[in-house]
């Protein structure tokens, strides 16, 4: 299945660098989310888009910069990370725009090393 | 807000064994309680979810219960497999909105 890719799957960066992941969805989907997974913990939503307008920022610190231009990308500008940062960040997309109660579905993550 | 709760963390049983997994849930709003199944190094993926208007849910060898009065709501996999192994997550959404709360995960080993 490859409804919703992520780029890169794999990203080394100091704490100085500026990068940016990427996330594109094929479903036809209007609400897309950034989520981070960090070992021992429970999957974290971080922000919430719907048509392209925010509607959740679980309250992310700003060094996490999300940017929707439409409603089929995402993307999460990085820049000044702390070595906590590092994880699996994932990004998914259900049909949303109010339609609740709608499977999400995921892509396959990128995953941070902070050094 | 919503607070999700998943039990056991780890699980293992041997082939053709039932296995159960069992979350508990507070915002009496929800009404959406997806699974997700991740295998080591890949995506969450969707295997069966549960709406608050029925009780339970069957998908061939997987079943998901739900009681709303206690908050709770449960994952059967009957006649497990060895391809059964893997991180499971329960999630509720919080009521109202779009947000998935997740629990912590369950890894069940399947021995053959």
């Known amino acids: 299945e490859t409804g919703v890719t992520q780029t890169p799957r794999h990203l080394v960066m100091g704490m100085t660098n500026k990068k940016s992941l990427k996330c594109e969805q094929h479903l036809g989907h209007n609400a897309m989310y950034w989520y981070k997974q960090s070992a021992k913990k429970p999957l974290e939503l971080m922000f919430v888009y719907n048509f392209k307008e925010q509607t959740e920022n679980n309250s992310v610190p700003s060094r996490f910069s999300p940017e929707c231009p439409n409603s089929s990308h995402l993307f999460l500008h990085l820049h000044t990370l702390q070595p906590e940062d590092s994880a699996l960040y994932l990004c998914?997309?259900?049909?949303?725009?109010?339609?609740?109660?709608?499977?999400?579905?995921f892509g396959d993550g990128t995953r941070l090393s902070i050094l | 807000g919503e607070n999700v709760e998943q039990h056991p963390s780890t699980l293992s049983v041997q082939e053709g064994d039932s296995a159960v997994i069992k979350c508990t849930y507070s915002d009496s709003a929800s009404n959406y309680f997806p699974w997700y199944k991740q295998e080591l190094g890949k995506r969450p993926q969707l295997i069966i979810d549960?709406?608050?208007?029925?009780g339970e849910k069957k998908d061939q060898r997987i079943a998901v219960t739900l009681n709303k009065t206690a908050k709770h709501f449960s994952l059967h996999i009957t006649e497990t497999q060895p391809e059964d192994s893997a991180v499971y997550f329960c999630?509720?959404?919080?009521?109202?909105?779009?947000?998935?709360?997740f629990g912590k995960g369950t890894k069940l080993t399947v021995n053959p």
């Open positions: 998914a997309s259900s049909q949303g725009a109010g339609t609740h109660n709608q499977p999400q579905h």
């Open positions: 549960i709406r608050s208007n029925v």
């Open positions: 999630a509720a959404v919080q009521g109202g909105s779009e947000k998935l709360v």
